[in-house]
């Protein structure tokens, strides 16, 4: 008859288990010849979800090669199932590099964009606090015909209007 592991047996575990990632993700930071190329295939659609969350992940940890993934990362962000994600390896890629790069990736879209990708594009320059972008998304948004779109222009400069919108000196 076998014993169940302690409590404290079990955590240790967790906590050699998350050494070891951690070891790993170091090894692959500085040996892998290639980190954007496979990074890039683990972002890819028909990677796995193992392969997906490790990458998002990974960007997240060490941003080094999030501005060459920012399309892919962009893509995910409008998901359902790695927004969040996706969002945070972006924040960690340096605002001057990021926001550049970032602009047309989301400008660009939004003339084919439905309500769920500008809601998703909102949070993402939400998230990220690129007001002036997120002011731009916003101004688009109210000058469409889609009802949908424009609700999210309302929601986004209800809840962060301020940020973006300059206020008379008194």
């Known amino acids: 008859m076998s014993t169940q592991p302690s409590d404290h047996d079990l955590w240790q575990a967790f906590v050699e288990a998350k050494r070891e990632m951690h070891r790993c993700q170091a090894e692959f930071y500085q040996h892998a010849?290639?980190?954007?190329?496979?990074?890039?295939?683990?972002?890819?659609?028909?990677?796995?979800?193992?392969?997906?969350?490790?990458?998002?992940?990974?960007l997240a940890a060490l941003s080094a090669d999030g501005p060459a993934l920012l399309p892919e990362l962009v893509g995910w962000s409008t998901s359902h199932d790695w927004a969040l994600a996706a969002r945070q390896a972006i924040v960690q890629i340096p605002r001057d590099q990021l926001l550049p790069l970032l602009e047309p990736l989301i400008m660009d879209q939004l003339d084919s964009a439905d309500d769920d990708e500008y809601r998703r594009f909102a949070e993402l320059l939400a998230h990220i606090e690129a007001w002036e972008l997120l002011g731009r998304l916003v101004a688009r948004a109210l000058t469409t015909d889609n009802p949908h779109i424009r609700e999210v222009a309302v929601d986004f400069t209800e809840s962060y209007g301020p940020m973006w919108i300059s206020k008379p000196n008194p």
Do not use: E, I
Not at 34 to 58: H, S, Y
């Open 33 to 58: 010849h290639d980190r954007p190329k496979v990074l890039k295939a683990a972002l890819a659609g028909g990677a796995g979800a193992w392969d997906q969350g490790a990458a998002l992940d990974f």
